[in-house]
T-cell receptor, first 112, second 113 residues
Framework: AQSVTQLDSQVPVFEEAPVELRCNYSSSVSVYLFWYVQYPNQGLQLLLK??????LVKGINGFEAEFNKSQTSFHLRKPSVHISDTAEYFC??????????FGKGTMLLVSP | NAGVTQTPKFQVLKTGQSMTLQCAQD?????MSWYRQDPGMGLRLIHYSVGAGITDQGEVPNGYNVSRSTTEDFPLRLLSAAPSQTSVYFC????????????FGPGTRLTVL
């Protein structure tokens, strides 16, 4: 079985500050990891993914994430956030071609 | 390409009524899935399909039925609506499965009174 834990339900930050959204996973096999973003009243869209290779993954809108196998983590980072980054962020895991398991989400609140 | 479309956008039902949420994709994706999103719960998988004629249950299938007669369409049926099914429902599709990028529809907000 696979599971995802997003440790923070809300993360408030000021504009232009750095941010890290935390994600830990559990799985008994090799995993593929994802971050999806949901802007208000919209569906989810892919931010970035780790399938294999380099553990540092770059995504859209200046976001990046680092896969750490020993710590079973896949934290999302951005060095300087904008108001427009206000959204809910979901970490997700799958062990292959099986179904995707989502975390409960982290609401990023960027204020001026 | 329209991507993934869902209808209706909003729906109010009374307890015991039935209805079908429609989902269609024009990307020739084999894999389609239905999720429900509830506050503080993230997205939970209801049913999924790996191709026409093949469906399987997800984490929370009770009270829902699906069928996949064509590659494009994957309707979700509520057999007898209950207040616990009040939620936002998202349909998603991808090329072959979970490791591929999931393309999400805009969602259907369902309220059961």
């Amino acid at each position: 079985a696979q599971s995802v834990t997003q440790l923070d339900s809300q993360v408030p930050v000021f504009e232009e500050a750095p941010v890290e959204l935390r994600c830990n996973y559990s799985s008994s096999v090799s995993v593929y990891l994802f971050w999806y973003v949901q802007y208000p009243n919209q569906g989810l869209q892919l931010l970035l993914k780790y399938l294999s290779g380099s553990t540092l993954v770059k995504g859209i809108n200046g976001f990046e994430a680092e896969f750490n196998k020993s710590q079973t983590s896949f934290h999302l980072r951005k060095p300087s956030v904008h108001i427009s980054d206000t959204a809910e962020y979901f970490c997700a895991v799958t062990s292959g071609y099986s179904t995707l398991t989502f975390g409960k989400g982290t609401m990023l609140l960027v204020s001026p | 390409n329209a991507g993934v479309t869902q209808t209706p956008k909003f729906q109010v039902l009374k307890t015991g009524q039935s209805m079908t949420l429609q989902c269609a994709q024009d990307m020739n994706h084999e894999y389609m899935s239905w999720y429900r999103q509830d506050p503080g719960m993230g997205l939970r998988l209801i049913h999924y399909s790996v191709g026409a004629g093949i469906t399987d249950q997800g984490e929370v299938p009770n009270g829902y039925n699906v069928s996949r007669s064509t590659t494009e369409d994957f309707p979700l049926r509520l057999l007898s609506a209950a207040p616990s099914q009040t939620s936002v429902y998202f349909c998603a599709s991808s090329t072959t499965g979970g490791r591929d990028e999931q393309f999400f529809g805009p969602g259907t907000r369902l309220t059961v009174l």
